[in-house]
């Protein structure tokens, strides 16, 4: 069983849905991460928690809303989103904000119509 | 410049030679460095940590050259199922991490 858990794998949506991507880990970490991956690009950094806290907001559109209700889910709310959002959505885990290592989930594959 | 470069490849290797390649970052207070493995439309997994001293796993030794700024990865003895991209990662003193584009390497029989 993988440490996280990612739902659902593949999304396909048109650009006035509105759908949520969920993350849960096993792993009893404190922080969470959503990261955006897009073709032949590094991993972009989204929005960052700890211990429920959201830490970080890396200049997202506010299209991409993020939701942490305790320390083992993360949400991410989409709505109205554009073509150029289409990418793979990774979540990450990791005990530690500082100096730990990331465990990430499958992901889930975002088409936007 | 950008934070984290990697050379994106593919660096073609035949079965059984060694591959070595670097990941350059240019934040000189960084404070950790990970390799990933990145298989084709899966997600990243962690690889090892690369630590001050140089470190190996089997097959795999990372080294952090922290005067240059760069982290190796070298592989010996490649397997066809050491195909992947390989993703470098550096995190700063606040713990964010960066990473790099990836390296793509292709192990031919």
């Known amino acids: 069983e993988t440490g996280v858990t990612q739902t659902p794998r593949h999304l396909v949506m048109g650009m006035t849905n509105k759908k949520s991507l969920k993350c849960e880990q096993h792993l009893g970490h404190n922080a969470m991460y959503w990261y955006k991956q897009s073709a032949k690009k590094p991993l972009e950094l989204m929005f960052v928690y700890s211990l429920e806290e959201r830490v970080e907001n890396n200049s997202v559109p506010s299209r991409f809303s993020p939701e942490c209700p305790n320390s083992s889910h993360l949400f991410l709310h989409l709505h109205t989103l554009q073509p150029e959002d289409s990418a793979l959505y990774l979540c990450a885990s990791s005990q530690g904000v500082r100096d730990e290592p990331q465990h990430f989930g499958d992901g889930t594959r975002l088409s936007i119509l | 410049r950008k934070e984290v470069e990697q050379d994106p490849g593919p660096f073609n290797v035949p079965e059984g030679a060694t591959v070595a390649f670097n990941c350059t970052y240019s934040?000189?207070?960084?404070?950790?460095f990970f390799w990933y493995r990145q298989d084709c439309r899966k997600e990243p997994k962690l690889l090892m940590s690369v630590y001050s001293s140089g470190n190996e796993d089997g097959r795999f030794t990372a080294q952090l050259n922290r005067a240059s700024q760069y982290i190796s990865l070298l592989i010996r003895d490649s397997k066809l199922s050491d195909s992947a991209t390989y993703l470098c990662?550096?995190?700063?003193?606040?713990?964010?991490?960066?990473f790099g584009a990836g390296t793509q390497v292709v192990v031919t029989p």
């Open positions: 934040n000189s207070a960084s404070q950790s």
């Open positions: 990662a550096v995190a700063n003193s606040w713990g964010k991490l960066q």
